[in-house]
């Protein structure tokens, strides 16, 4: 009996979070209401990154512009002071991943998706808007941390910086505006980091 009562609290447990969720996920994706204003916040912390919705599957967009993302470290010196390394381009390895490669590794995409997420979650001077922005920050710290580790002293890291470089890409020529645009450098501030930010703590 006891174990029919757990059984039966179990399932609906389940069900609730079920339905919970399909009721966020319909907020999230329906056109705008008052309901999605007034929670709009908490629907997107809810919601990204791990729920984010993608139709790129089902209707590709060509891609309109190119981004490289670079990344450089603020190192502590043994006198006391501190000294900035160069940028490094942090996207080489995932663009060489996916140039030409029917099925390309989808950790190599995790860059440029923590790039775009950035964008979304943080305002024009790098401030972060909510718990999603929070969580996609310390995101590209680690794999900025990853990708930089090869270059430098991770022991030393106290800050991380990323930088992205979009160049506008020519349109096809059926479209009526072919005019290609300026570059846009966009630059985060710095961000703490360490070697905890490493998988398994930097140990090896």
């Known amino acids: 009996m006891a174990l029919r009562r757990i059984t039966a609290a179990a399932a609906a447990v389940i069900a609730f979070a079920g339905l919970a969720h399909l009721g ?3 907020l999230h994706v329906a056109p705008d209401n008052a309901v999605s204003r007034k929670y709009s916040a908490e629907i997107r912390d809810y919601m990204e990154p791990e729920f984010e919705q993608g139709w790129n ?4 967009d060509p891609p309109r512009s190119d981004t490289r993302l670079y990344a450089r470290a603020r190192l502590s010196s043994p006198g006391g002071g501190a000294e900035t390394t160069h940028w490094i381009d942090i996207g080489v390895d995932e663009l060489n ?4 490669n029917v099925l390309p590794s989808h ?9 775009y997420l950035l964008l979304k979650t943080h305002d024009s001077e790098g401030r972060s808007s909510g718990r999603a922005g929070v969580d996609t920050q310390e995101f590209m710290t680690r794999l900025a941390m990853m990708h930089l580790s090869d270059d430098v002293d991770s022991a030393r890291v106290r800050h991380v910086q990323v930088r992205a470089e979009t160049r506008p890409l020519p349109r096809p020529r059926w479209e009526r505006q072919t005019a290609v645009g300026r570059p846009a450098v966009t630059v985060f501030p710095w961000w703490p980091a360490s070697r905890a930010d490493l998988p398994d703590g930097g140990e090896r």
């Open 97 to 100: 991943e996916l140039t030409g």
């Open 107 to 115: 950790k190599r995409f995790m860059l440029r998706k923590a790039w």
């Open 24 to 26: 966020v996920t319909f």
């Open 57 to 60: 599957l089902f209707a590709p």
